[in-house]
């Protein structure tokens, strides 16, 4: 029970001045994760073997058997280091015989060699929606698929624009920069420099989920969102009027927000939220003393006749879900019910074993509507299903003790071809 009314306790729908809530929903946005290639500069440390080989060969010591004689060391060693020298395009070397090339000079002069190398940038992470790089990507919880094509945001990219990155020079320099500091060359006197972004190597779409709560005005005709987290408010504020914008487009959430209207019409249940519950529910929250006689009152006002509070609905399921014998789920139209997002949300609360029967009013396609039932609660046999009078849009019994009571009201919104099924749940003791 303290497990249950600490849910409770901590149900808090942000308020939005002038706006209705609705419902609770998620958004995935997609980000493009590629690997570029790049040509950069770099530029390294003179060895001392280096230099004193360049100062010599400066100083006119050219013969490669002189400078052996002078170094005292062994030719095939000294050969070593000249090959080198010589690919950096520092000297000049034919078989027995060096010269100083324009690079040398400026080497003996910084102490430095610079090169220019090919090289990939890893982990460069674009925002296609705002066209930016994304700098502190690690802050982000990526996923790698998403299920639910409706719940994805339409991104327009094409995934060979390299022009997007060279719009955003700075920003993947700084990855650059971020990179080559990980993986640091201690023989390098100085960051390398990024030259130019050549081609994109790979591509990888990657999303990140922000969850958000759905309100509309009062007059119903304006729509908003808000993050369900506090934290993702920055994030939200990047891609909200996009949201909005798919959600009027009809891109995106079009199974929340609809073309239809309810098949039918559905009685309400004359009950209203208990106030005093919301009331000692702060109180249990704040109160981190004596909870016991709180607690109390608290379990009576929650197994009462009432409507549920917003987003009460999954924690009272997932209560009754582990407390209960058995249950039953009665709803109106079988394939209705199927199709919308209660009935794999409900039943992947619901433990399998406990299922009495799924009672149904009407369907129209029983096979199909069994099989959709069966991806999320395989052991739901045929036998379990049983055609029932019902006027409920949903109802689930548990233990013939309580019910909870699902029904819908049909909003327009936007426009006239617009609509939003809210379901507002009641609970009653039997």
């Known amino acids: ?11 808090n729908v942000r308020k939005n001045d002038g706006y209705f809530f609705i419902k609770r929903d998620e958004i995935y946005v997609p980000i493009i994760r590629t690997i570029l290639s790049i040509t950069k500069r770099s530029f390294y440390s003179l060895p001392l073997l280096d230099e004193i080989v360049l100062r010599l060969i400066n100083e006119g010591v050219q013969e490669i058997d002189e400078l052996v004689n002078i170094l005292g060391i062994d030719r095939k060693l ?6 080198d020298l010589s690919v950096k395009d520092v000297i000049y070397c034919t078989t027995n015989r060096c010269s100083l090339l324009a690079k040398g000079k400026q080497a003996l002069r910084e102490l430095r060699t610079v090169q220019r190398k090919k090289d990939t940038i890893k982990n460069v992470y674009l ?16 996923v790698d698929k998403v299920n639910v094509n409706d719940k994805k945001l339409d991104a327009e990219f094409e995934v060979n624009d390299i022009d997007i990155f060279k719009e955003n020079i700075d920003s993947v320099n700084r990855v650059f920069l971020d990179e080559m500091n990980i993986y640091n060359d201690k023989t390098k006197s100085e960051p390398d420099e990024l030259l130019s972004i050549d081609s ?10 922000i969850p958000i709560y759905i309100y509309i005005s009062s007059e119903g005709i304006d729509i908003d969102i808000m993050a369900v987290n506090k934290r993702n408010d920055s994030l939200l504020t990047l891609f909200k009027s996009e949201i909005i914008e798919q959600i009027r487009k009809k ?7 609809v073309k239809y209207g ?22 249990f929250r704040k109160n981190k003393g004596d909870r016991d006689e709180l607690g109390r009152i608290i379990e009576t006002e929650i197994f009462s006749d009432r409507k549920l509070m917003d987003e009460e609905f999954e924690v009272l399921l997932k209560y009754f879900a582990d407390k209960c014998e058995k249950y039953k789920i009665i709803v109106y139209h079988l394939d209705d019910w199927t199709k919308s997002e209660w009935c794999s949300k409900i039943l992947s609360i619901l433990n399998s074993k406990k299922l009495f029967e799924v009672g149904y009013a009407e369907s129209y396609d029983f096979k199909k509507a069994h099989a959709i ?16 009078k019902t006027d409920c849009y949903l109802s689930l019994v548990f233990d013939e003790k309580y019910i909870i009571t699902g029904v819908p009201k049909d909003k327009v919104i936007i426009d006239s071809n617009t609509h939003i099924h809210q379901v507002e749940f009641y609970l009653q003791v039997m």
Request: glycine share 2%.
């Open 373 to 388: 039932i069966q991806r999320t609660m395989p052991e739901c046999s045929r036998d379990k299903l049983a055609q029932v």
């Open 1 to 11: 029970m303290d497990k249950l009314i600490g849910a409770m306790s901590n149900i």
């Open 262 to 283: 309810l098949r039918k019409n559905f009685s309400g249940i004359d009950l209203e939220e208990n106030e005093k519950l919301k009331n000692d529910l702060q109180k």
């Open 78 to 83: 000294l050969e070593v280091t000249l090959a």
């Open 251 to 257: 891109k995106v959430l079009k199974n929340t927000f």
């Open 127 to 142: 925002d296609p929606i705002n066209r930016k790089i994304i700098l502190e990507h690690e802050k982000y919880q990526f």
């Open 200 to 209: 994109i190597e790979n591509v990888y779409v990657k999303f990140v989920r």
